[in-house]
C-alpha cells in the first residue's frame, strides 16, 4: 500500500513564477492537510480539504496561496507570484474518513516538496 | 490558545540512556497528541499517539506519560539507540470539531551518542 506521495520533491522557481505542488493521499484516504515547515522550525498548518471541499484554511496566507482537492486526481498547492520567503519545505498529509479503514484522527505525511525560490 | 511548547531544543544522550522529550498545551479542548520522528530530508513519520482517556502508552521502546491536570505530556525512549537520532516533533488536535488540524511544538533535535 503506497504512502502518500508527494511531486515534485524539489522545486525551483524565481520570484514572480508559480508554483505548483502535488499531492496523492494514501489508498482509501479522503482527507488532505497541508503544512508548511521553514528551516529550523516546526510544522504549521496551511489547509484541510476534502474531495471538492475546503474544510479549513486558516492557516493560509490571504493572498497568493490557494488550495484544491478536486474529485478525480491529486490535491494541488498553488502559489502565485513566488517571493523569497515563501522558500519552504511544504508536506502533505492525509487521513482516512470516518467509519473507513484506521483511525480517521490519524494523518500520515509524504516525504515534502522543497520549494526554493531565487 | 492554539500554542503547544516543547522542550528541551536539542538533547543529547549516551547509547542505552533514556531520552526525555516534555510539551505542554493551552486548549482544553485538545483530544489528540500524537508524537512525530522526522530524518532530515524527510517527512515526519507517526510515532506513538494517545488520547486523554489514558495517563500512559507504550509501544515497544516509546511511552508517551499524560497529565491532564497540568495539560502535559512528554515522549519517553528507553534504551536509545543511535538509529533514534531525529527530530522529534510532539502535537495537538480537536478531533471531531470542524477541523482535524494538528498544531505542533517546534522540536527536539535527539543525538543518540554511541
Given at each position: 500500500n503506497a504512502g502518500v506521495m508527494q511531486n515534485p520533491r524539489h522545486l525551483v522557481r524565481r520570484r514572480g513564477q508559480e508554483a505548483r505542488l502535488r499531492c496523492s493521499p494514501m489508498k482509501g484516504h479522503s482527507h488532505v492537510y497541508w503544512y508548511r515547515q521553514l528551516p529550523e522550525e516546526g510544522l504549521k498548518f496551511m489547509v484541510y480539504l476534502q474531495k471538492e471541499n475546503i474544510?479549513?484554511?486558516?492557516?493560509?496566507?490571504?493572498?497568493?496561496f490557494s488550495a484544491e482537492f478536486p474529485k478525480e486526481g491529486p490535491s494541488i498547492l498553488r502559489i502565485q507570484?513566488?517571493?523569497?520567503?515563501?522558500?519552504a519545505a511544504y508536506f502533505c498529509a492525509s487521513s482516512p474518513p470516518v467509519?473507513?479503514?484506521?483511525?480517521?484522527?490519524e494523518q500520515y505525511f509524504g516525504p515534502g516538496t522543497r520549494l526554493t525560490v531565487t | 490558545q492554539q500554542q503547544v511548547k516543547q522542550s528541551p531544543q536539542s538533547l543529547i544522550v549516551q547509547k542505552g540512556g533514556i531520552s526525555i522529550i516534555n510539551c505542554a498545551y493551552?486548549?482544553?479542548?485538545?483530544d489528540y497528541f500524537p508524537w512525530y520522528q522526522q530524518f532530515p530530508g524527510k517527512g515526519p513519520a507517526l510515532l506513538i499517539a494517545i488520547r486523554p482517556d489514558v495517563s500512559e502508552k507504550k509501544e515497544g521502546r516509546f511511552t508517551i506519560s499524560f497529565n491532564k491536570s497540568a495539560k502535559q505530556f512528554s515522549l519517553h525512549i528507553m534504551?536509545?539507540?543511535?538509529?533514534?537520532?531525529a527530530t522529534y516533533f510532539c502535537a495537538a488536535s480537536k478531533y471531531g470539531g470542524a477541523t482535524n488540524k494538528l498544531i505542533f511544538g517546534t522540536g527536539t533535535l535527539l543525538a543518540v551518542q554511541p
Open positions: 474544510i479549513d484554511e486558516s492557516g493560509m496566507p490571504k493572498e497568493r507570484q513566488v517571493v523569497r520567503g515563501d522558500s467509519g473507513g479503514q484506521g483511525n480517521s484522527y | 493551552e486548549n482544553t479542548a485538545f534504551d536509545s539507540q543511535p538509529g533514534d537520532s
